[in-house]
């Protein structure tokens, strides 16, 4: 059974920092590239990072420059950096396994709540 715990999500103002973690699974972790992705209040849940097993990233245009996506393969952990935090990245995050700028998975995780205030 595939498993994400997200956490790391907070309130923060805008301009500041926070950094999201997200355990997976062994068997769904090291073979995989891993994602970041986001749902805000009505609207659809949408990517923002991915990297690969080797460390190739990949970012959504609005989140360019401002957020990093890491991974640690010995602690099967995937985290993102968010730098520069705006309003509009208010959201829950989400991790998943990538499978090409969209979920791997239909099952979830909690997701961690990032709150952004102007």
């Known amino acids: 059974q595939v498993q994400f715990v997200e956490s790391g999500g907070g309130l923060v103002q805008a301009g500041g920092s926070l950094r999201l973690s997200c355990a997976a699974s062994?068997?769904?972790?090291?073979?995989?590239?891993m994602g970041w992705y986001r749902q805000a209040p009505g609207k659809q849940r949408e990517p923002v990072a991915t990297i690969n097993p080797l460390g190739t990233t990949r970012y959504a245009d609005s989140v360019k420059g401002r957020f990093t996506i890491s991974r640690d393969n010995d602690k099967n952990t995937v985290y993102l950096q968010m730098n520069s935090l705006k309003p509009e990245d208010a959201a829950v995050y989400y991790c998943?396994?990538?499978?090409?700028?969209?979920?791997?998975?239909?099952?979830w995780g909690q997701g961690t709540q990032v709150t952004v205030s102007s």
């Open positions: 998943n396994v990538d499978a090409g700028w969209h979920p791997g998975y239909d099952s």
């Open positions: 062994r068997s769904t972790f090291r073979i995989n590239a």
